[in-house]
């Protein structure tokens, strides 16, 4: 079969590759859509941070090449044994954790948290820039039948919005500033919205993506080349500053303003995946004791996500931007998502199967 592999540094190739065989506890899935994610493009452009290279991923055993791709959706074609709750045909949404089971963190429920976390689209083991992978039951969910495929390709993206709103303790009626209008600040703006956020003020340079933002739901948008970011928000706060900021964007500039930019005891959630270091003076949230949490996956999130989408509360329309054959990853996906045309993107949805498009 076909599948789209990680080598090295800007390093994807498309090639054919042995059909996965469905294993105690799975199910095999034939792909139907699967979205590129900037945790994707992390690895193409800066990686590995995710992918194991050298020493082999403590759960998967695999070392790159690994196949990619973890936001899909498919059609199941085969249930292996010990399987209960689904059967062939089913149409079906992957939550991609791969966790030990065993450490601490997955004892206590927190699988997101494992100390071997890895993604299946990442670790190695298969992914969804395939034609068909395997994974274990318990982590695939059925879609509703309201959900088209493409849609259910973007559920995993806003869970992490939504399981970011849960780590930040974010509360109904709390004022939020969302930096950076890329998926996963616009799945924030939609989540906030859906959960009764007052204010939602979004960071975001020129582009088209600040009009991607006013369609999610931001009230207000503003353009850290035209204003103090900090200075602005508490100007149309009352002098206070947000309750809660949600750092997407993994820049300094967004991690400084989201500090800045929130009230005493506020709340900063950072979400976004780091190539580099950020440096912070500590006084920064010392003096006015605000606090920093950091933010991974999701965790039990897909059932919530899947009930938010499916009754309109998360509308997550023209989140899709272009939708490419697998054979076209590299130049039509990769290319696109880091070219000069990047800013006019939110998401590219892959399809092994040519007659979906």
């Not at 035209?226 to 750092?247: C, H, Q």
């Not at 989201?258 to 005891?265: K, T």
């Not at 899709?320 to 990853?329: A, N, R």
Request: hydrophobic fraction near 40%.
């Amino acid at each position: 079969m076909k599948a789209a592999l990680w080598y090295g540094r800007e390093d994807v190739r498309l090639e054919d590759i042995k059909e996965p065989e469905v294993t105690p506890g799975s199910v095999k899935i034939k792909v139907k859509w699967c979205g590129i994610c900037g945790s994707d493009l992390h690895e193409y452009l800066g990686g590995p941070i995710f992918i194991p290279q050298g020493t082999p991923h403590p759960i998967s055993g695999c070392v790159a090449p690994v196949v990619l791709g973890h936001e899909f959706s498919g059609e199941i074609t085969e249930v292996g044994e010990g399987v209960a709750g689904l059967e062939i045909g089913d149409r079906v949404a992957v939550e991609p954790i791969v966790a030990c089971g065993t450490c601490a963190a997955c004892l206590e429920g927190k699988y997101n948290l494992c100390s071997s976390l890895g993604f299946h689209g990442l670790c190695g083991g298969g992914g969804g820039f395939a034609e068909y992978t395997v994974f274990p039951a318990k982590f695939v969910h059925k879609i509703p039948d309201g959900l088209s495929y493409e849609k259910a390709a973007l559920i995993e993206p806003i869970a992490v919005a939504v399981h970011s709103l849960r780590t930040g303790r974010f509360l109904t009626g709390q004022s939020a500033l969302v930096l950076g209008a890329g998926p996963i600040g616009l799945a924030t703006i939609e989540a906030l919205k859906a959960a009764g956020a007052s204010l939602v003020i979004v960071m975001q340079r020129k582009s088209v993506r600040q009009d991607y933002a006013l369609r999610a739901g931001a009230d207000i948008v503003i353009d850290p080349n035209e204003v103090n970011v900090a200075e602005e928000v508490k100007r149309l706060t009352g002098g206070v500053g947000a309750d809660i900021s949600f750092e997407t964007t993994g820049s300094k500039a967004g991690f400084d303003a989201g500090v800045e930019s929130i009230r005493h005891n506020g709340t900063m959630v950072v979400t976004s995946i780091w190539e580099n270091e950020v440096s912070i003076n500590p006084n920064t949230f010392i003096f006015s004791e605000k606090t920093i949490v950091g933010t991974i996956a999701y965790r039990n999130e897909f059932p919530a996500t899947m009930a938010l989408m499916n009754d309109g509360r998360i509308k997550a329309e023209g989140y899709i931007t272009k939708k490419i054959s697998l054979d076209d990853i590299v130049k039509e996906g990769f290319g696109s998502l880091t070219g000069p045309d990047k800013k006019n993107h939110v998401k590219i949805l892959v399809t092994p199967d040519k007659s979906l498009l």
